[in-house]
């Protein structure tokens, strides 16, 4: 057992450290961004987030729109996960743990936004449970944390288990991983939810305290999620041999097409509450679409979010444009876009314009906030190019009755089973 | 070994040596995370021992004494002063509440910068616990249309009004609810109070604040030595370290010795009012009794003890 | 070893296959172009603009006001008293007319009763009755036998530090709510001893509408907070100097 778990790890090591200069190349290129952000971080350690342009009027901003843009992304993975699992459509079920490699990703990166985002990295631990003093039941955020891990252990879990067992050539065990999966559907919904209760339940920001914000989150990232993975399965089927089928990408594209329609549904009931009750609370909704007191840094991005949003549904909603992979993969791009402005941008920034007080601050990243913001970005295509890198030569292995290894002392102990 | 299996884990002679580079890259990667930890400490003196001490409100009163002293020394070493702190609990059978008379507050400022003065606030960059709103007397009180950035020549001007807004230390506090780390919480007299050694510096607090009464340490609290107040508390006005909130806490180190807070005796117009709830003959209770009040966005039911009201 | 079926990776496959990505690729880099270059124009365009006179561009901090007595000491007796101070007694601050006249009957004594109702132009010239000027005059509340006290309606003599009844003759809701300590400063202890202003401390009892006084400047604008912190540069020593 100990030599089997030895020399899956030192298996997947050798995998992920060995590779073409495409590989190595991806890999420097994101290191070499690694670096310039992890400066970056390092002067905001030691000077504080005064060099970011967050201030008392906009104390959340880019890096949490980040954190919370990227809790979409891996909530994604249960869209996948679900038809795969749940109704045994085989097309999907071979790519669904591309999904859960993308939500650990993804869920890396949501902590380390997080953890960029704290006055005090250093106290962290203090949000750990039962080593440190997480405040619950009241505060979202310590819910935010439990599912977040949860999340996280939950996809590791399942991922470690199907590359374990298919590294041994041996039939992944249904009954843990089937609950394993059926406990991740709720907890990908969970993260979204509980992130959304995070803004939702601030009453202090009218922009934010919306019952249909949850909905929302789900709706959203339901598109933006999968769009990652259609162009994710497109590189992946063209730059290893790996075998996905149109049938699979056509599929998911046709959910995203449903997600897109109640993304925008729920967006237009936000938009008509706000306007036509035209209370003092709409004055965030006007600051984004357009503009007050003579602030209108969001306008443009507020609008071509909106645009992309539409553009997308449409070429989504047409089969003939959504099985084109060209406007296939320009929806995926406008979706991407359209909801990381909508989550990233949209969303916390006019949460928070005017302040409690009335206050207009204007808040744009300042290139610290850039830098690190690229660092973790980094950070999440590694993880998700070393997972991948070791993922697919080790789920590709051919079925043992075809090619049983000869030599196989090296390679495992005991004979693969079926 | 063939090429075409080069994909393929095999375990090999090489597995110890790259073992030994992984324990390495691990080892450093520890000795960096410490290292970021410290710098973000600003300082790594006695740093392992801080970053494991435990919330200073489930310390022993042995153990509150010695980081007490512990912080004195600190203090006492960055500014060349002698500073005291202190954990002057509540007194029984009070509970604070504070008036302000809209009628009579000119917009002078005055308590703003009494407010920095007394509570050790950072000079540069700057922060202000109390923020004052010009009203135009047309609108009322109309928070997106106020401005706290007034300067004329002379105050009050004729065609506004002024309310000062600070920490409304309410009831029920939404900042408290959303903390996730218990690092601030209401005391028996109702003054919300933030343990600055246990705050992560997350925010979540400032999002939820709808009075904007919560103040972040973007970086280092700039003062020069010879403006710090001596005469502290752990909760209260003691020198606060980078990338914690702060706020209000109605002069905690004073009010706790039954002086009254600093704004409250600079108010040139002796607008401002403080006392205890709970007693019959205190200026609150009059003020309750005799004349008109109204809190700040009600609405949100943060219930707050800080009143204003129309004297006249 | 045992897999000569399997297509080699960096084969004529991904050959074949790099136009038919390449619509893909230019799609992605167009759009990173795009939205790095909006990112950068809107960060060139800084944190919105502020009008040059509209304040709050400069921070200023409590040492910029030494006229400002941010630590005025308490009254001796009151400071001695303390908290929990049950005399009920209430003490006040001296008159302000006590530094530059008191006492009256200094010059007064020996001076003959005018009881003409004039402009005064050889002393007391910065005197303009602006109370009630048609209804009143010097003698409602001045005594001219003895100029060191004042004197009630009802022909009481009281001294300056008791002015505050002379007024409160008039004003008897704004004096009870004195009393109360809801109208007008005091300092000390809530729950104690504290020093009462009297009512000519802040209202010039012959002009008694308050006069308008100088604010203290503004908050420094979020914009600016780090202002003096940037000019120091990027070499890592910014808040250098504010260091723990």
């Known amino acids: 057992m100990v030599k089997d778990i030895l020399s899956f ?93 993308l939500a650990i990703s993804a869920i890396v990166m949501c902590m380390l936004f997080v953890l960029v985002d704290v006055g005090r990295p250093d106290r962290v631990w203090h949000m750990m449970p039962l080593v440190g003093s997480l405040n619950l039941p009241s505060s979202i955020l310590g819910w935010d944390v439990l599912v977040l891990n ?104 046709e959910l995203m097409a449903y997600a897109m329609f109640l993304n925008l549904f729920l967006f237009g009931a936000e938009i008509f509450r706000e306007y036509y009750s035209n209370t003092h609370h709409l004055i965030h909704t006007q600051y984004l679409f357009s503009g007050a007191h003579g602030h209108s840094a969001l306008v443009p991005f507020a609008w071509a979010s909106l645009a992309c949003s539409v553009v997308a549904f449409l070429l989504f909603l ?70 991948c890198k070791i993922a697919i030569p080790i789920l590709q292995q051919p079925e043992p009755e075809e090619a049983a290894p000869e030599g196989a002392a090296d390679l495992q102990a005991e004979p693969a089973a079926t | 070994m063939t090429d075409t299996d080069r994909e393929l884990p095999i375990v090999d002679d090489a597995l110890d040596r790259r073992m030994n580079r992984r324990a390495l890259l691990v080892g450093t990667g520890l000795g960096a ?24 409100v489930e310390l022993s009163p042995d153990r509150k004494a010695e980081i007490l002293a512990e912080l004195e020394r600190e203090y006492a070493e960055r500014y060349q002063r002698d500073i005291t702190v202190s954990d002057t609990p509540p007194i029984e059978g009070v509970e604070f509440g504070y008036g302000l008379d809209i009628a009579r507050c000119v917009g002078c400022r005055r308590c703003v910068y009494a407010c920095v003065h007394e509570n ?80 992560i510096g997350c925010r979540c607090c400032m999002s939820a604040c709808p009075y904007g009464a919560r103040h972040f340490n973007w970086t280092n609290p ?29 002069c905690i180190h004073r009010v706790r010795k039954g002086r009254y807070p600093a704004c409250v005796e600079i108010c040139p117009v002796g607008a401002r009012k403080f006392g205890s709830l709970l007693d019959e003959s205190s200026e609150m209770r009059y003020l309750l009794r005799e004349k008109r009040v109204f809190v700040l966005k009600e609405d949100l039911n943060t219930r707050p003890r800080f009143y204003y009201f129309y004297a006249t | 070893m045992a897999r000569p079926d399997r297509p080699t990776p960096g084969s004529e496959e991904r050959r074949r296959l790099l136009p038919a990505s390449s619509s893909l690729a230019v799609l992605l880099i167009v759009f990173l172009t795009l939205s790095l270059l909006t990112l950068f124009s809107i960060m060139r365009g800084g944190t919105g603009e502020v009008a040059s006179d509209a304040g709050g561009t400069k921070a200023y901090g409590p040492a910029d006001f030494p006229e400002i007595e941010f630590d005025r000491e308490l009254l001796p007796e009151v400071r001695e008293a303390g908290p929990s101070d049950e005399a009920g007694t209430f003490r006040v601050r001296l008159p302000l007319a006590y530094e530059d006249y008191y006492p009256c009957s200094d010059c007064h004594a020996d001076m003959e009763v005018n009881l003409e109702r004039r402009e005064l132009e050889e002393m007391h010239d910065d005197i303009h009755l602006n109370h009630g000027p048609e ?29 505050y009844r002379l007024c409160g003759q008039c004003h008897g809701t704004i004096y009870r709510d004195w009393r109360e300590g809801i109208h007008g400063r005091r300092e000390g202890y809530w729950n104690g001893a504290k020093s ?12 008694p509408h308050y006069e308008p006084i100088e604010p203290l400047p503004p908050p420094v604008r979020p914009q600016f907070l780090a202002a003096s912190l940037d000019e120091v540069g990027d070499e890592g020593s910014v808040g250098e100097g504010l260091d723990d």
Not at chain 3, 141 to 153: I, V
Not at chain 3, 196 to 207: M, V
């Open chain 2, 120 to 199: 050790n606030q950072s000079r540069d960059p700057q922060i202000h616990w109390i923020r004052v709103l010009r009203m135009e007397k047309e609108t009322g009180i109309h928070l997106t249309e106020s401005n706290p950035y007034y300067e004329p020549e002379l105050v009050p001007e004729e065609d506004a009004f002024y309310v000062p807004v600070a920490c409304q230390q309410c009831r029920n506090p939404a900042c408290v609810k959303v903390c996730p780390v218990k690092a601030t919480w209401q005391e028996p007299d109702g003054i919300t109070v933030i343990d600055y050694d246990w705050c």
């Open chain 2, 222 to 250: 700039g003062i020069a030595a010879e403006e710090i107040r001596t005469d502290t508390h752990y909760f209260g006005n003691r020198p606060r370290p980078n990338g914690v909130v702060e706020k209000c806490t109605f």
């Open chain 2, 33 to 56: 995370m410490s290292a970021v930890a410290a710098a973000a400490a600003g300082s790594s003196n006695g740093f392992v021992e801080r970053m494991l001490r435990r919330r200073f």
């Open chain 1, 9 to 101: 790890v030192t298996g997947s090591a050798r995998l992920a450290l060995r590779g073409n200069r495409w590989y190595f190349a991806w890999l420097g290129v994101l290191g070499l961004l690694v670096v310039w952000g992890f400066t970056a971080w390092w002067q905001q350690v030691q000077h504080g987030l005064i060099l970011t342009n967050m201030r008392d009027q906009v104390s959340w901003a880019y890096y949490i729109g980040n954190f919370t843009f990227m809790v979409g992304v891996a909530a994604a993975a249960v869209l996948l996960v679900i038809p795969a699992y749940v109704y045994n459509w085989k097309p999907i079920k071979e790519i669904a743990i591309f999904g859960e490699l």
């Open chain 1, 318 to 387: 047409f089969p003939a444009t959504r099985r084109n992979l060209v406007t296939l993969n320009l929806g995926c791009l406008l979706i991407y876009t359209g909801v990381y402005i909508e989550k990233g941008m949209a969303l916390v920034i006019p949460g928070m314009t005017p302040d409690t007080l009335g206050e207009f601050y204007e808040y744009v990243p300042t290139m610290t906030e850039v830098r690190i913001g690229a660092a973790i970005g980094s950070i999440g295509f590694i993880i998700f190019t070393v997972l």
């Open chain 3, 135 to 163: 209804e009143r005059w010097c003698f409602d509340c001045h005594n001219p036998d003895d100029r060191d006290r004042l004197r009630l309606a009802n022909g009481t003599l009281i001294s300056f530090e008791e002015s």
């Open chain 3, 196 to 207: 009462y202003q009297l009512c000519a401390h802040c209202h010039n009892p012959h002009a």
């Open chain 1, 150 to 253: 949860l999340y996280l252990v939950l996809n590791l879990m399942i991922v470690l288990h199907l590359l374990y067992t298919a590294y041994h050539r041996r039939p992944y065990k249904r009954n843990f991983v089937v609950p394993l999966l059926l406990c991740s559907i709720p907890a990908a919904v969970g993260i979204h939810t509980v992130t959304a209760f995070v803004y939702a339940g601030v009453a202090a920001r009218p922009f934010w305290n919306s019952a249909i914000l949850a909905p929302r989150f789900l709706a959203s990232a339901f598109c933006s999620g999968p769009a990652i993975m259609l162009i994710l399965f497109q590189i992946l089927r063209r730059t290893t041999n790996i075998e996905i089928k149109d049938e699979a990408i056509w599929k998911i594209a």
